[in-house]
């Protein structure tokens, strides 16, 4: 899920004239707010020993690292180390749905606080519509404290409503904080793709992503703190009960409030003994005091919360994507990009078509039109597609049903399946992984977090949730024999090509949306 302000905006522009009349909002005067920053006495904490024992002896520039591919896994970890904090817990979302996830998620943040540790919570104010008094009534507990970053003016339930009531605020909300990160006691940190709720874990029972996160101790993680105190204490970040006071309630009533909503989560995410990679879940590691990782190099791109403010050349200078594609395009032998929405734009076709001149090898991952939340970022993508193809780009698409039957990703049940991951692979020797998707809002607009680890451990550990022969996650794309049209194949059960001269899946409906609403929103919104 993403920012797509634009064609939500698009979606609604025909109740424009009733959204005027309802007059204009707007937020209320800034209070400025003394400074807070991360709690760095952490060495004597569990958390802080944990982290310390196996580090390499005499090396200050190595952190530990893992890799979070199945969705139960990624939710143990954040849950366990929720659990296991003593002092600190800095979170920070784009995206904390009130769901079965969510509530189990804010809960446990509530239950630290109860034993002393001080909860920071900071929410991109996107979607947070209708869901003042769920995150307000969070704030009235002690020890915790919860911001919402770039706010609209409207407190409206309705998404579309609120973004109709901010038309004359468009230049700035159309701006959004997309990280994702979490910090328990300055120690451990959980980064990568996903967002707070069901379909990011596994629960949903319509669509459920492909993700990958990574947690990681050492030296990075103070970093990744100093990085979250810029957010937090950025003059975009405003506390809730600026924004949204909870009127006539009590703080006591207001936490009674919270438990109330809280209660109606079901139960924990099942989780397996051992993951995909053979690893067995944070929490248990947590206990037994032996925590699998990879010592290793790495670096760290986090955007500045003022580049909310800028105008989208200067927010590119400096920024996680021009950060992560020179890594990219430092490639000598081949490269492995997966994003959801991957819109290369003309410099990105200009820089593909030098590394493959250079005899460079470009594998890129998407979603197929069938298998994408976003159909507009679909059809950005598609404008390069044929050209990718011709000048030898690799590409695959992720299909809504074949890739949850390859069991690498965790249990989709009835429901099909979407990529969210945004990580590339550099030389099978470098790492990526982060918020970050390769388009034009990345890059100019949102703020994102990216992580490069210099480990080929990491990336062998990669690349066997991808190995084994003719791996079945979706479609190969290739062009036709007039090398114009694309076809997509797929593999049948007996280990042949079934070939698809069109789209696969009945999408005119989509397309003919695509069409009406593409030339309104223009790539530079996508």
């Not at 490269?335 to 820089?351: D, L, Q």
């Not at 597609?385 to 049940?413: C, H, N, Q, Y």
């Not at 694309?486 to 049948?492: R, T």
Request: glycine fraction near 8%; proline fraction near 5%.
């Amino acid at each position: 899920m993403r920012a797509s302000i634009a064609r939500r905006l698009a979606a609604f522009l025909w109740v424009v004239a009733a959204a005027w009349l309802a007059g204009c909002v707007s937020l209320p005067p800034p209070v400025p707010h003394t400074p807070v920053t991360a709690i760095t006495d952490v060495a004597q904490t569990e958390l802080g020993q944990l982290a310390a024992k196996g580090a390499p002896e005499g090396s200050t520039a190595l952190s530990g690292f893992r890799l979070l591919p199945e969705a139960a896994f990624a939710f143990d970890a954040r849950i366990s180390l929720a659990r296991h904090a003593e002092k600190s817990l800095d979170v920070q979302y784009y995206l904390v749905q009130r769901d079965d996830i969510g509530l189990l998620f804010l809960r446990e943040l509530r239950e630290a606080a109860a034993r002393g540790v001080r909860v920071r919570l900071l929410v991109d104010d996107l979607y947070t519509g209708g869901e003042d008094e769920l995150f307000g009534t969070l704030a009235a507990f002690p020890n915790v404290e919860v911001r919402l970053f770039n706010p609209l003016p409207s407190r409206a339930s309705s998404l579309g409503t609120r973004l109709l009531l901010s038309l004359t605020d468009f230049g700035r909300i159309n701006h959004r904080m997309h990280n994702k990160l979490l910090i328990a006691d300055n120690s451990f940190a959980v980064s990568g793709g996903r967002n707070i709720g069901n379909e990011y874990f596994m629960r949903s029972t319509a669509a459920n992503f492909i993700d990958m996160d990574v947690i990681s101790s050492g030296p990075v993680v103070r970093q990744m703190s100093e990085g979250f105190d810029r957010y937090w204490n950025s003059s975009h970040a405003w506390p809730i009960e600026r924004i949204a006071p909870l009127h006539g309630l009590t703080r006591e009533a207001a936490q009674r409030r919270f438990d109330e909503i809280a209660r109606s989560a079901v139960p924990d995410v099942p989780i397996r003994p051992r993951d995909v990679l053979n690893k067995s879940p944070v929490g248990e590691q947590l206990i037994t005091g032996k925590i699998d990782r990879y010592w290793a190099p790495s670096t760290l791109f986090i955007d500045d919360p003022d580049k909310i403010t800028r105008k989208a050349d200067e927010a590119y200078i400096g920024s996680v994507t021009e950060g992560a594609l020179s890594v990219i395009n430092a490639t000598r032998r081949e490269v492995v990009i997966a994003s959801p929405y991957f819109i290369p734009g003309p410099k990105g076709m200009e820089e593909m078509r030098a590394c493959i001149a250079k005899g460079g090898r470009i594998t890129v991952v998407t979603n197929s039109l069938g298998a994408t939340d976003e159909p507009l970022a679909y059809a950005g993508y598609e404008r390069y597609r044929a050209d990718m193809l011709k000048i030898g780009v690799t590409i695959f698409e992720i299909a809504p049903t074949l890739s949850g039957r390859s069991g690498r990703f965790g249990d989709f049940g009835k429901s099909i399946s979407r990529l969210h991951a945004k990580l590339a692979i550099v030389d099978n020797e470098r790492f990526f992984v982060g918020s970050m998707n390769l388009d034009h809002r990345s890059a100019a607009v949102n703020t994102e977090i990216g992580l490069v680890i210099d480990s080929p451990e990491l990336v062998q550990d990669y690349n066997k949730l991808m190995s084994g022969e003719r791996v079945n996650l979706g479609y190969r794309l290739r062009l036709g024999p007039n090398g114009r049209r694309v076809q997509w194949l797929e593999y049948d059960d007996a280990g042949g090509d079934i070939v698809h001269e069109d789209e696969p899946g009945e999408f005119l409906w989509l397309r003919f949306k695509n069409w009406l609403l593409l030339p309104i929103v223009g790539e530079e919104l996508l």
